[in-house]
């Protein structure tokens, strides 16, 4: 049966896609919530869902250069076009989405909820660390500081202070400090500068890492999910790709001091690591927004996408059940050419949720196993086509300047 969208409702608008945007349209989509991708891609998995209201599709490249202004006012007009409800929320799934929405909240609000946070602390990860309860920090400092104190740089990582820029320069979320300085640190400090780089202790640790995610209003958890990464691609600073979800009251205790501090609204990710050296869980980093998984916490009990729907339709906040855990999440589609990898073949364990596959939804899991070089090969264009968009920007940029 065709999914009817319900008049006079909120609408979960997603911006941008892949395997996150899906999971929060069938997060939304099977609480009874109608929901839109906006998103710069022809190929979306989101696209084949059976619980997808409408689909808008932007020029590409246009979400992977959200600096350049005509990209900010193409996605501005779109939004503000579609036939959605006033009220309506925007899901944003990467970082520099996420403060799209912020820098341009004003102007949007008219037709969007759009909570007023502070999210320039957030996404200033320097910013962030130093908000932070002592005892959860890790040692963190500007590359532009220099080496000082740094008696031992092997343990050190390298990491991009706000935004997607520092991954889209050296393919990688992070990096040891040594082969930062080897291999990039002269590229990405003439296009980035050096106060835009991190430099962070890295965390030894025996446990995975541990993500407390949550639906708070000013700063007050309503509902939460937490998991751990048994796997990630890659296997450091990566994404997880096998997951099991888990309870660790100790950790849910400091997201709900951070979240208070920040009178946050709205759906976050905390990451934590257990540092063997302290005893103690250290924040590596939060994530104002929903995260790869999403659908995951939905189907252990706590849809956090229906909790925010339902609070910016009501302004009432249901009541948080505790969900299930030692329930397990696999992306076959990165888990599998991992365990290569890694050379790792042990089997998964017996009910385990799929990324992409579900039978109730089941065409966007077929889609990507039978389109996945269509897939590959438009992310590619789409790259290229953005990189050449920041080129082009940057001559128009220096002509001015002349």
Known sequence: MAFE?????????????????????????????????????????????????????LRRGTLTDLDNPAAVEELCRTLLDLPVSTGSVLFGVNEDITRFIFCNRERLSVKYHIPNVALDQIYDKYRFNNLLPETARIDTRLFAEGDRDIADPDRFIVK???????????????????????????????ELGASEILVQRLVTSDRPVLSVCAFSVDGQVQSSFQYEKLRQHPNQFGTGTYLRSTAVDGVRATAGEVLRRMAFTGISELEFIHDSESGGYKIIEMNPRTWKSTHFAAQCGANLVDAYLTYAASGECPSGSA???????????????????????????????????TSSDPLPGLALWTLFPVIAIEHLWTVLCAAHMRRAAGVRQSEVAR
């Open 323 to 357: 969900h299930a855990v030692d329930r397990y999440w696999v992306d076959l589609a990165t888990d599998i050419p991992q365990l290569i990898r890694s050379r790792q073949f042990g089997p998964y364990h017996v009910g385990f949720h799929e990324c992409s596959w």
């Open 160 to 190: 991009g202070r706000q935004g997607n820029a520092f991954r889209r320069i050296t393919g990688a979320k992070a990096m040891p400090l040594l082969e930062f300085k080897e291999r990039y640190a002269a590229s990405v400090c003439r």
């Open 5 to 57: 969208p319900i008049a006079g409702r909120p609408t979960a608008v997603v911006i941008g896609n892949h395997t996150q945007g899906l999971g929060i349209v069938r997060s939304a989509g099977t609480a009874g919530w109608a929901t839109w991708v906006v998103n710069d891609h022809v190929v979306s998995l989101a696209r084949f869902s059976r619980y997808l209201s409408g689909y808008r599709l």
